[in-house]
């Protein structure tokens, strides 16, 4: 009887000793662990939503832009234009009192293209900002291959500069929004001072009937 206890108890503590060795071999092999990276980086995440915010209107940034600033960015157009008055055309036409005239038209002599010379309508303010902005995007099929100028600031320094060389056309108006705020702020200024000064004239009347 004890021969055979003490086999049953052999076959369960040898049972034991290999279902530990099993658990011991699988933990190693099969257990999940933490990778090094975790995922694939996104580009933007957790940054502001919808991207940078919008800068001002181009008819705003226009009321204080600056012609010399407007200047110095137009050396980015001096390889294919010039501005003098009489001067030559280069790659692109001569661009002296270019502001306000046909589009495609401005210089009669000058190959434009045709996506040019079909597109209406004059330089005005938002059609050279459109233009500048992107000229293929303005008028495709262009043979500018500027890219254009993303920087708003820049594209009103250089309007105003465009302007000052024989064109003279008048600044557009600001939008309306854009002085709403600052109405919106003198109108509140009058109504503190109201609330302020009440305790002073409510102090003043009751002084005659403390007397």
Known sequence: MDNRNNTIFGWVLGAGIVA?????VSTKF???HAPEKAGYAVEGAG???GGAAAGPAIET???TADAAKGEAVFGKCAACHTINAGGANGIGPNLYGVMGTAIGAHVPSFAYSDALKTH??????SNMDAWLASPRRFADGTKMSFAGLSSAEDRANLMVYLNAQGSNIPLP???????APAEGDAAAAPAEGDA???PADAAAAAAPAAS
Do not use: E, V
């Not at 530990?20 to 011991?24: A, H, V």
């Not at 108006?173 to 002085?179: E, G």
């Open 20 to 24: 530990l060795g099993l658990t011991s």
């Open 120 to 125: 209406g309508g004059n330089w005005d303010w």
């Open 196 to 198: 302020a000064a009440a």
């Open 61 to 63: 940034l226009l009321q």
């Open 47 to 49: 940054g502001a939503a």
């Open 30 to 32: 099969f257990a999940p």
């Open 173 to 179: 108006a600001a939008p309306a929004a854009d002085a």
